[in-house]
């Protein structure tokens, strides 16, 4: 069974750095394409970031470009999400996302920024 | 950066009926569009890929046409389970984008 588990989120005052994770399981991590996605409360989802299976490829949304590092490690069957200088509009559910047609999520963990 | 308009923003049916839910992209994004379900407090659910491809699990009632710029997402025989907000998405080019969600509701 396909697992992405999200964590590492928090409250974080604004112009703070956070990382979060995804842990993956029950399937081959590096025969995809990841992405990050997230939700702020009421909104539709967006598009944060994707990373090919091989690191190749990276692409932000321009709302996080030069704020947000995406990575991931095959070995530990991980995905990560470095954001630096956070702001109040970077609150949100962030999840992960298989494939890119994001063939499954994860539960999601909260990133909340705020004073 | 491709906009994708979804319409309408709310459709209210009875169960049993057809809905039709209207996704128009601001470029081509020839076939490469997929159709999200999302149930309050739950990460979407892939519906649709490359514009009309069930993805594994799916109803049958749920189809998806369309390619270019304006796709279209059937759900025949509307069950209870349906009532829920729908996304379309689009992988063509980066930034992946989300259209900003059509809300089906019971009628």
């Known amino acids: 069974e396909v697992q992405l588990v999200e964590s590492g989120g928090g409250l974080v005052q604004p112009g703070s750095s956070l990382k979060v994770s995804c842990a993956a399981s029950?399937?081959?991590?590096?025969?995809?394409?990841m992405h990050w996605v997230r939700q702020a409360p009421g909104k539709g989802p967006e598009w944060v970031s994707g990373?090919?299976?091989?690191?190749?490829?990276?692409g932000y949304a321009d709302s996080v470009k030069g704020r947000f590092t995406v990575s991931r490690d095959n070995a530990k069957n991980s995905l990560y999400l470095q954001m630096s200088s956070l702001r109040v509009e970077d609150t949100a559910l962030y999840y992960c996302?298989?494939?890119?047609?994001?063939?499954?999520w994860g539960q999601g963990t909260l990133v909340t920024v705020s004073s | 950066e491709i906009v994708l308009t979804q319409s309408p923003a709310t459709l209210s049916l009875s169960p049993g009926e057809r809905a039709t839910l209207s996704c128009r992209a601001s470029?081509?994004?020839?076939?490469?569009l997929a159709w999200y379900q999302q149930k309050p407090g739950q990460a979407p659910r892939l519906l649709i890929y490359?514009?009309?491809n069930r993805a594994t699990g799916i109803p049958a009632r749920f189809s998806g046409s369309g390619s270019g710029t304006d796709f279209t997402l059937t759900i025949n025989s509307l069950e209870p389970e349906d009532f829920a907000v729908y996304y379309c998405?689009?992988?063509?080019?980066?930034?992946?984008?989300f259209g900003q969600g059509t809300r089906l509701e019971i009628k």
């Open positions: 998405q689009q992988r063509s080019n980066w930034p992946i984008t």
């Open positions: 990373i090919s299976w091989n690191s190749g490829t990276i």
């Open positions: 470029q081509s994004v020839s076939g490469y």
């Open positions: 996302a298989k494939d890119n047609y994001f063939r499954a």
């Open positions: 029950g399937f081959t991590l590096d025969d995809y394409a």
């Open positions: 490359d514009a009309s």
